[in-house]
């Protein structure tokens, strides 16, 4: 099952020509519908939509939730005219409406400018949805607009998960190149707590035991050997490689992709930390720094993910 991102644009737009008579010959209209989505923690879904559309948008609303889990998601509708239909004649009936109109509000207000002849263009061109019925339409077109939206973000989602997974095979790569440093490391924290120690008994009085001047040299070394020892770092790295990669494996049907690759994300910085201030070589600190640069890399890839 594909892996979706969160990132994605789609629209789509439907012809509605006015069937009443009254809107006779007025130019036919045109409804658009836009859906944008960027990444959010949560499902944040917000509309933009004239007042003729709004009575729709509980509609839209439960059709979007349906088909999307994540997101910050942006719904846009407007209504227009065609921008080819020019000025259409008034219908008879619209201007017996609009004087009766004129005649209403200069009862109440007798200083009100008269409506021009621009004025009566305008407002018998202007989209008029009194007689429509656009609900089917809207919820076609918002369906036809998920659908694509869906398309663009498995794609872009392909797109990380690829991207994911070649930065995982880098991971893998520096924890193979840290592995043989480990005993390496030890050995060499002995060898040098050994050499301080002959220093120590060459310039001692005799004061102390070489017995037991050795025994604590040797137990130093060997508390110092756990506190550089990352091999339980190491271990853990590989055990959450292994889990990233099945998710990615499993795409949408792991529920919470996103959510949980974020979570494991942030072990694996944790761990790199870790790797980092028990560093006791150059070429173990620069595996660590490394590491942190794609971690942080993975971190805003995840991010994007549903």
Known sequence: MPIYSMTGYASAQAQISPDSAESANAPALRLGLEIRSVNSRFLDLSFKMPEDLR?????????VMKHL??????????????????????????????????DAVHAWLPRANPLSVADVLRLS?????????????????????????????????????DSLRERM??????VLQAQPLVPQLVEQQRQRFLERWRDAMALSDGATLPEAAQDRALSEATAFAIRI????????LNSHF?????????GGKAEGVGKRLDFLI??????????????????MTRISVDMKVLIEQLREQVQNLE
């Open 69 to 102: 889990k994540r997101g910050k998601v942006e719904v846009r509708a407007h209504l227009e005219t065609q921008a080819d239909a020019g000025f259409a004649l008034p219908s008879p009936q619209l201007l017996q409406r609009l004087n009766a109109l004129q």
């Open 266 to 283: 942030q072990e694996l910085h944790r761990e790199a930390n870790t790797l980092g201030s028990k560093s006791a070589t150059m070429e």
């Open 229 to 236: 020892d990352v091999a339980e770092e190491l271990t853990r």
């Open 169 to 174: 095979a880098q991971l893998r790569t520096l």
């Open 55 to 63: 009575q729709h948008e509980a509609a839209l609303r439960d059709l």
């Open 125 to 161: 061109s202007a989209p008029s949805t009194a007689t429509l019925d656009l609900g089917a339409t809207v919820l076609k077109l918002a369906q036809t607009a998920l659908k694509d939206l869906s398309a663009a973000r498995e794609r872009e989602g392909k797109r990380l998960a």
């Open 242 to 250: 292994d889990e990233i990669d099945a998710l990615l494996a499993q």
